[in-house]
Nanobody, 124 residues
Framework: QVQLVESGGGLVQAGGSLRLSCVAS????????MGWFRQAPGKEREFVAA????????DYTDSVKGRFTITRDNAKNSVYLQVNNLKPEDTAVYYC?????????????????WGQGTQVTVSS
């Protein structure tokens, strides 16, 4: 099994930045896709970004392209989401997720392993 722990959320002003971290433990993550999702009150869980374990393939939802960057550090079993130029509409609980067998990495229900979430709040 895989355990995931997110950190790095907080309260920031519009235009600010945060670095979200997700540390995995439990087993080797070779071959695992790591994803970031977010969920705002009253909204469905939304795909944000994903990265394959090699780092050669990365993808983002259109609303965050150019502002968010997903990276990984295999030596630390960690994945990061650098979130820049934050907007109030980015306010949500951010979750990291992992799986090694996915049909669609943008679909939350495909992932078996999830962290507890970290709150990002952006004030206007």
């Amino acid at each position: 099994q895989v355990q995931l722990v997110e950190s790095g959320g907080g309260l920031v002003q519009a235009g600010g930045s945060l670095r979200l971290s997700c540390v995995a433990s439990g087993r080797s993550l070779v071959g695992y896709v790591m994803g970031w999702f977010r969920q705002a009150p009253g909204k469905e869980r939304e795909f944000v970004a994903a990265i394959d374990w090699s780092g050669s393939v990365r993808d983002y939802t259109d609303s965050v392209k150019g502002r968010f960057t997903i990276t990984r550090d295999n030596a630390k079993n960690s994945v990061y989401l650098q979130v820049n130029n934050l907007k109030p509409e980015d306010t949500a609980v951010y979750y990291c997720a992992a799986d090694n067998r996915l049909r669609d990495y943008k679909a939350a229900h495909e992932y078996n392993y999830w962290g507890q979430g970290t709150q990002v709040t952006v004030s206007s």
